[in-house]
C-alpha cells in the first residue's frame, strides 16, 4: 500500500518554497533537495487530495529523461543520495521521491515545444492561425501534427496564477537574444529526441515544457522536471485521430471531472478550494500516470 504525501515536513533542511507538487529545501548554499509530493494541481488550483504513489513516479520518469538526453544539454543532477541530506527519520519522504539538485539561476521563462497542436495553440491557431506569433499552414485541425516542431515560451506565473504565452521576441527581450536562440534550439533537440523514442514506445508527446537555470560560469542547463505526464500532453498511438481531443496520460482525467463539478449547487469556479476528488477519479488518474511510466520504462 503506497503511503501518499501531501505535504513534506523536513525540520534539519531550510524549506525554500512549496510549488504545486514540490518542495524545495536548502542543501548548503549550492545545492537544493526537491521532493515531488502527491499533490496535484488542475487548472492552476492544487487539490486537497493526493495521488498515491505520483511523486515518485514522476521522480522515476525524469531521472529516465535526464539520463537518456544528457548527451544534448547539462542538467541540475549532483549524483548524491537525496537520503544522505537529512535524518534518518525523515528518510521516508525523500525515498524514491527526491532529487538532490544544483542551485542554479532560473530562466524567467519556459521552454515549451509543441509536436501537435492541442490545448491553447488550437484555440489561438483557431483565431489567428498563429501560435505564439508562429504562423501555421492553413487547414490544421485539432490535434494535427505540426509540419515541424515549434518553440512557444511562456513567462513563468506566481502560484495560482496562468502562465501567459509570450513571442520568442518578448522572450528575447527578458533574457537576451544569444541566450533566447540556444534555448529554443536545444528545447527542440530535446523534444525531437525525446519524441522519436517515446513514439516507439507506443506514446505521442504532443507538446511539453522545459525549464532552464544558469550555473556559475553561465552554462545553460536542464532543471526542474522533465517530459513527465505534469509537463508534458501524453497521446497514447492507438487512440489518437486528428480532429479528436485524444485521450491521455496526464491529468486530463481530473480536468474533464472538475469541468462537470459543482460546488454547492453551481459549476465550480476554477478558485480554491477545489472540489473533491472522488477515490474513483483518483485511481484512475494514478492508472494513468502508472501506464505512462510503464510504456516509457518497461513495466
Partial sequence: MTVALLHSSIHSLPLLARGKVRDNYAVGSDRILMIATDRLSAFDVVMGEPIPGKGALLTEVALFWFDKLGHIVP?????????????????????GRAMLVKRLKPLPVEAVVRGYLA????????????????????????????????????????????????????MSQIIGGE???????VSIELYRSAADYALSRGIIIADTKFEFGLDEHGTLTLMDEVLTPD???FWPVEGYAEGTNPPS???????DWLEQATVD??????QPPAPALPAEVIEKTAAKYREARDRLLGA
Fill in 75 to 95: 542538467h541540475h543532477l549532483t549524483g548524491e543520495d537525496p537520503q544522505q541530506v537529512v535524518t534518518e527519520a525523515e528518510r521516508d519522504q525523500v525515498r
Fill in 119 to 170: 490545448g491553447s495553440g488550437w484555440k489561438e491557431y483557431q483565431q489567428s492561425g498563429e501560435v505564439c506569433g508562429v504562423k501555421l499552414p492553413a487547414g490544421l485541425k485539432n490535434a494535427s501534427r505540426l509540419p515541424e516542431p515549434i518553440f512557444t515560451p511562456a513567462t513563468k506565473a506566481e502560484i495560482g496564477q496562468h502562465d501567459e504565452n509570450i513571442s520568442f521576441e518578448r
Fill in 179 to 185: 541566450l533566447a536562440e540556444r534555448v529554443r534550439a
Fill in 231 to 233: 509537463s508534458s500532453r
Fill in 249 to 255: 496520460f496526464d491529468k486530463q482525467f481530473v480536468r
Fill in 265 to 270: 449547487g453551481r459549476p465550480w469556479n476554477k
